[in-house]
């Protein structure tokens, strides 16, 4: 356990059941402004079709059932601060005005403020942003897709996932998942690759392990070396195919076209 103060922009923990990434700490009033690592679920922005965080149904569930699951799964009530949403839309329109919960969604904005510090996800996620205020349009809403980038869809759509955004007391104790407070999204696979390379030696007389470990990575760094020297190699195929000589070659003739 740790004191959520002392983690980093970035550093991963667990509250409430849910893991969460630090985006900010604010000393000053000791609180931690955290993102859900992963979407808690998919839902519509709101079932009605409707732009307006205020009035929709996805806020109603993260500030209701999910806000007590997470009081269930150990977290405490108090320990979660009101945080006040900029629902200025995209085309930079402010008829939304603000909206203040305890648990909300990243605005498209803090989603470009916090961005290093977000880890991207194998799926699209909404933010609270709309496209526009303008009731012939007042259905479109941003999200965030797999790649980082933000798009738009209409807000009844319920096969995007939802990444709660909270503001805590960075004074409360909670569990980090590595000593380095950063979850490596290799764990597991460094794990499975050590766990072979054991099973394999396991195999060989104990004598041997050193000498084989010593040979192997010595393969490793030439395999390493080759792959350089063949990407720098097509590099100069490809910067001599592509000189300057070629294209005013290409513009002539294209001129005289």
């Known amino acids: 356990m ?37 979407p808690v679920f998919h839902r519509a922005f709101d079932e009605e079709n409707r732009n307006d965080w205020r009035v929709s149904s996805l806020r109603r569930e993260l500030n209701g059932p999910f806000f007590d699951a997470l009081i269930e799964e150990g977290a405490n009530r108090a ?7 900029d629902l200025t839309a995209d085309d930079g329109m402010t008829d939304y005005g603000t909206a203040t919960d305890k648990i909300a969604l990243l605005s498209d904005g803090l989603y470009r403020k916090y961005r290093q510090y977000i880890p991207l996800v194998d799926d699209w996620c909404w933010t609270l942003t709309p496209w526009t205020c303008n009731p012939s349009d007042s259905c479109v809403v941003r999200y965030v897709d797999s790649s980082g980038a933000v798009g738009w869809d209409d807000a009844y759509y319920g096969h995007w996932g939802a990444r709660p955004l909270c503001y805590l007391e960075s004074s409360i104790f909670v569990s980090v998942p590595y000593e380095d407070e950063t979850a490596d999204p290799r764990a597991d696979m460094i794990e499975e690759a050590r766990d072979a390379v054991l099973e394999v030696l396991n195999g060989y007389p104990v004598d041997v392990w050193g000498d084989a470990i010593a040979a192997a990575v010595a393969s490793l760094f030439q395999w390493k070396q080759d792959a350089e020297d063949t990407a720098k190699e097509e590099a100069a195929t490809r910067a001599l195919n592509n000189t300057p000589g070629d294209q005013g070659g290409n513009d002539n003739a294209a001129a005289e076209g």
């Open 79 to 85: 320990a979660f601060l009101d945080w006040e949403s």
């Open 2 to 38: 740790k004191k959520l103060a002392d983690l980093k922009q970035g550093g991963y923990f667990f509250y409430g059941g849910v893991q969460w990434v630090v985006l900010e700490n604010n000393d000053k009033i000791g609180a931690t402004l955290a993102l859900a690592a992963e």
